[in-house]
């Protein structure tokens, strides 16, 4: 049995209204659960924030965003507002929320950096500890890029290919767990790749962006899939709603697609050019160091010539004589 604090999400039985422009903003669903662990994840994050600025340490206010307005804020519309009370009535309203917790929420989360903040809270043996299970086996596996491409590659066919999504929709646990699992495939998918907390298998910007370019077309293929199918997806469930207001399910299946499609290969494009400007930035950075060297090399050259030459020039006595 599902706990009375747990509340049911639409099925044929329990339909919300007609989804009209005025719900767009007002039909907000409260879930319990959410509003607990986005509470955590807000609060524990700004606790870490005003501890290192009770010390005197600063944190760069970007960061923060990122992890409360868009991580937290990402999810919370996902979950929470429209796309919570729609997203077992209309298939184009799961995609919006799959695409918002799968590619969005975890990027802004990783900006984020989290780990960073942890580890910045902590004395030297907390840190060594926390190192210590970033570097341990089973986390270098889960964190390995392309163990994270497959899974991001592989999840969505999974889902909507197979009798899961239709499970999802009817069950209320496997529904639940289904959104938790975009969130984490998306985190173990773009945190090794962005990088910008410690991770124990970091790549050249080179190989994240094949892995980028790799991942993108198979989105790009369920949706065209999924737009193109003669058959519902989930037939049996959104038939039984007997909508008589628009989208019709085979139009919504096709406005799903289209959203996996689109919305999906944008994202990806927006972070292959974060990681051209990130790969540009790190070869002028490289560029400069060499320079310095070569400019320190040469000056050190340059006085050793000195002093030999000095040493040559005749009548002169070597210093020790001189001294002598």
Known sequence: MVPSLLPMHADPGNQPPPLTPDRLLTAWTFEP?????LVAMVGLYLWGVRRLAARGDSWPLGRTVAWCVGGAGTIAIALLSVLGTYDTVLFSVHMVQHILLSMVAPVLMAVGAPIT???????GAGRRRVMAVLHSWPVRVLT???????LMIANPYLL???????????????????HVHFVMTGCLYFWPLLGVDPMPNRLPHYLRIFLIFITMPFHAFLGVIIMGSPELIAENWYLAFNRAWPPSPIDDQNLAGGIMWGAGDLIS???LSVFFVQWFKQSQREAARIDRQLDREERLA???????????EPGRQPADEETA
Do not use: C, K
Request: glycine share 10%; no cysteine.
């Open 33 to 37: 659960l959410v509003v607990v662990a």
């Open 117 to 123: 903040l942890l580890l910045r809270n902590l004395g």
């Open 144 to 150: 390995w890029a392309p163990l994270g491409a497959a």
């Open 160 to 178: 909507y290919m197979t009798g899961l999504y239709e499970l999802s929709l009817s069950n209320e646990w496997v529904h639940n767990w289904v």
């Open 269 to 271: 494009l927006v972070i």
């Open 302 to 312: 340059a006085r050793a010539g000195a002093a030999g030459y000095h040493a040559d």
